[in-house]
């Protein structure tokens, strides 16, 4: 099976905009992608790197369902570092793609993190981004004890 009818089966749908798989599991299975700045119908895309393990998946929702979102977002105003990480991920997230004016997850400027999965995902996919670093820190395991797609 190919990585984008795995992916498929993890997402329970057809990927949009895929163009490969940015990290593998521990498993060698996808965990997480890359897509397109644009979907196959011409529509914006901001998610450039998608995470696609169920168990990465379900383990940072519980996260944002616990405040994640709010707490991290102020995390990323109140400390130095965090607020240095998360401009300089930014910018790299505009410089991969300068076709759409946005950060990470379709991010703008100043306001919240909006989603801990595309977060997540680039600093996976894009290492040395402090913020995602800790965001991934603070799920009780990274990755599961066996592979959780079929």
Known sequence: MDDEAIVERQLGRRPRAFVRVAVRCPFGRPAVTEQEAFDEDGHPFPTQFYVTCRYLVA???????????????????????????LDAAQAEQRRLRPELDAGIGGSTRGGSLKCLHAHAAFALARPGYELGDRILAELPRR??????TD
Do not use: K, N
């Open 59 to 85: 383990a940072i929702s519980r996260l944002e369902a616990a405040g994640g979102v709010e707490r991290w977002t102020r995390a990323a105003q109140e400390d130095e570092e965090l607020a240095r990480s």
């Open 143 to 148: 990755w599961p004890e066996f592979c959780c």
